[in-house]
């Protein structure tokens, strides 16, 4: 099969296309990554080239040792991706120790992949151990409300959580785990890399302040909807602390209680406290 025509490749474009046409994607906002199942890259192995260097990924992932992402480009618009995939994404292979990574297709005209790459695959690390290997697409984006909570709430899980799941109904069933919170930090790095996957252990988002949010899930469609969900109930958030500085009425814990009974989903309790 033709690469470009693969559907993981065309659901992986689709989705750059998406977040574009949401304005999440400023420039070279963002980045995307999608751990390529094994039948997937064998009908595809005719295009992968072995002839590219081993570079160090900046981090290990002995996790991820032989497998193969679907990733953006570092400096590459996601608003270009749909014009032409092959010069702003690319395949990379991860090697035997989990410390290195080669391209093996795409970035035609030069260049490496996301410079979030290891936070991309620290939390595929994390996310395919924690999911027994169902999570396969990570997801950084740069969406305004979420940023602008965290210029105006406590940088605390537990506050993101709540307030989030208090502006839509169906919040505490697309994100029940919650909402984790990175406090600022240089992005790019192994630093960053860590503290992120070690609030993916626990949770499918998590959000760096001033800064983006991060989703993991099983496919495109359950990724990007998450962030689009997160970014819609940060959306009404910023719209009704912008009409009042208080709710005149919310949903309360009990509330959420007989939710999370009708729609079979375990709300932590830590997250259901009285205010
Ligand atoms: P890249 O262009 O290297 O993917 O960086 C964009 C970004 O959002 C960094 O956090
Ligand atoms: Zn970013």
């Given amino acids: 099969m033709k690469l470009l025509e693969a559907p993981f490749v065309q ?54 040792k032989g497998e193969y992402f679907l990733v953006t480009g570092s400096g590459k618009y996601f608003r270009n991706v749909i014009l032409d995939p092959a010069a702003n994404i690319c ?14 297709w795409g970035l035609v005209d030069g260049g490496r992949p996301t410079s979030e790459l290891p936070s991309h695959l620290m939390n595929h690390e994390v996310k395919k151990a924690a999911s027994g290997g ?3 697409v990570i997801y950084h984006a740069h969406p305004a409300n ?3 909570l965290t210029f105006v709430l406590p940088l605390e899980d537990k506050v993101f959580t709540r307030e989030l799941w208090e502006m839509a ?55 990007f909807g998450l962030m689009h969900t997160v970014e819609k109930s940060a959306e009404i958030l910023v719209k009704v602390m912008s009409i009042r500085p208080d709710k005149l009425q919310t949903i309360r814990p009990r509330e959420f209680r007989d939710l999370a009974a009708d729609f079979h989903v375990t709300l932590p309790e830590e997250f259901l406290f009285e205010k």
């Fill in 169 to 223: 109904t169906e919040c505490p069933v697309v994100f029940p785990a919650g909402v984790g919170v990175v406090g600022w930090m240089v992005p790019g790095g192994r630093d960053i890399a860590v503290a992120t996957s070690e609030l993916m252990k626990r949770y499918d988002v998590a959000v760096w302040t001033h800064h983006g949010c991060f989703c993991s899930g099983e496919d495109f469609d359950l990724t």
């Fill in 91 to 104: 395949v990379v292979e991860v090697d035997e120790t989990g410390e290195n990574y080669r391209i093996c």
């Fill in 146 to 148: 979420i940023i602008a």
């Fill in 134 to 136: 169902r999570h396969r």
């Fill in 11 to 64: 659901g992986f474009i689709r989705m750059c296309d998406d977040g574009f046409h949401q304005n999440w994607h400023e420039r070279n906002g963002g980045n995307l990554s999608y751990r390529i199942k094994s039948e997937e890259i064998e009908s595809v192995k005719e295009e992968l080239s072995r002839d590219k260097p081993w570079q160090p990924i900046g981090t290990g992932v002995p996790g991820l």
